[in-house]
């Protein structure tokens, strides 16, 4: 096998979409220095540009429900995570919320997605330990 498909067999790609830099920045922390090998992640900020990475098939996509509530012309989460459904509905797809209400969760796992992951101190570790398991 070539080197790309090497690489592409054993370093996992992961795209975070997160507008959350403190949270992006702890996450991708944690993750490069509890999986091995160091996995390769992007992130992205608004979810129609990792919709236009998609191509690059990522292994594992963490999406924040609460998406771009700074930028009030973008799709949230649910919309982004329903469109990387339509464009292939294998991808591990992992739902990040800090909402409490149980209509987002339920909102969320209509799309099934394969994990929806509250978003609080455990989270990091918690979604480590997905991408271990699917991974292993």
Do not use: M, W
């Amino acid at each position: 096998p070539t080197l790309q498909k090497f690489l592409r067999l054993t370093t996992p790609k992961i795209f975070i979409i997160d507008d959350d830099v403190l949270f992006v920045k702890i996450l991708i922390n944690h993750l490069s220095q509890n999986l091995s090998p160091v996995p390769i992640i992007r992130t992205f900020q608004v979810g129609e540009i990792a919709l236009d990475a998609l191509r690059e098939k990522p292994d594992f996509v963490l999406i924040d429900y609460q998406l771009n509530s700074k930028f009030f012309d973008a799709d949230n989460g649910l919309s982004i995570g329903k469109q990387i459904r339509k464009v292939d509905p294998r991808t591990t797809l992992i739902f990040i919320s800090g909402q409490q209400e149980i209509s987002v969760a339920v909102e969320c796992l209509k799309l099934k997605p394969s994990h929806y992951i509250v978003k609080d101190n455990s989270c990091p570790k918690n979604i480590l330990e997905i991408i271990r398991k699917s991974s292993g």
